[in-house]
């Protein structure tokens, strides 16, 4: 994601899956050291916490535990989710989207609209922002 950041090479406990979310996972330890190469907002997954990054790297401590992974949502994404757990795909089809928004440092997130299996529109967000102006 950043390959002008030679820091972040020599980490492999550490990985970006697409641009937006950042799992960190250790084995068989109560606390773990989280990297943010640039100047943007993350927000954990289960409470969404800003954690601010800086252009020359930042890092963090967090305590981890086995029942979680520490999962960060980069600033001005939105996340599409189905959470209620089903046995396959089609029984999610009439399911409700659950929009996880993370804020970036300016109080907006991405414009977006997701479009459900069955094909009708099922969520639609427009340039979210904090409230703040």
Known sequence: MFPKDTPGFAMDDQF????????VTRK?????TVYL???QVYSTYSELKPYHGSSKG???TIPVELSTIPIYIRGGTILP????PRRSAPL????PFTLRVALDQSGYSA????TS???KRTATSRAITSGAS
């Open 16 to 23: 970006y899956v697409g641009s937006t979310l950042l799992p």
């Open 81 to 84: 989710l189905r959470e209620c």
């Open 37 to 39: 190469v640039e100047d």
């Open 28 to 32: 068989d330890v109560t606390e773990t």
């Open 58 to 60: 930042k890092t963090f």
């Open 111 to 114: 414009s977006a609209s997701f």
């Open 92 to 95: 999610m089809a009439y399911d």
């Open 117 to 119: 299996m069955t094909g």
